[in-house]
């Protein structure tokens, strides 16, 4: 995390269909949205229903553009609500 990234990750946690952003910075990251819904354009976070997922397009483009425009450190402070701590390994 400490070569491209600036000290900044972005991590999809496959098992529970949710995007982990970090900062090793402040040891601090955020839950984001998950680039991959149903059917019905709606999240499975921790994969309970069964319904096949997909990419979206639009949530992968917010994904890809929140990195490429270094907007990492923004979204972790803004999101204070969904903020976790955690400790490098």
């Known amino acids: 995390m400490e070569g491209c990234g600036a000290g900044y990750g972005m ?9 982990v952003l970090l900062s090793k910075h402040k040891g601090e990251g955020c ?7 149903d059917s ?10 069964g ?3 997909y990419l ?3 949530r992968y483009q917010q994904l890809k553009l929140l990195w490429l425009e270094h907007k990492l450190p923004i979204v972790i402070n803004s ?3 969904a903020t976790i701590r955690w400790n490098r390994v």
């Not at 991590?11 to 995007?19: A, D, E, I, K, P």
């Not at 839950?31 to 819904?37: A, K, R």
């Open 79 to 81: 999101n204070r609500n």
């Open 40 to 49: 019905h354009r709606e999240e499975d976070v921790g994969l309970t229903r």
């Open 51 to 53: 319904r096949p997922l």
């Open 31 to 37: 839950v984001w949205l998950s680039p991959y819904l």
């Open 56 to 58: 979206d397009a639009h």
């Open 11 to 19: 991590f999809l946690l496959v098992q529970y269909s949710q995007t």
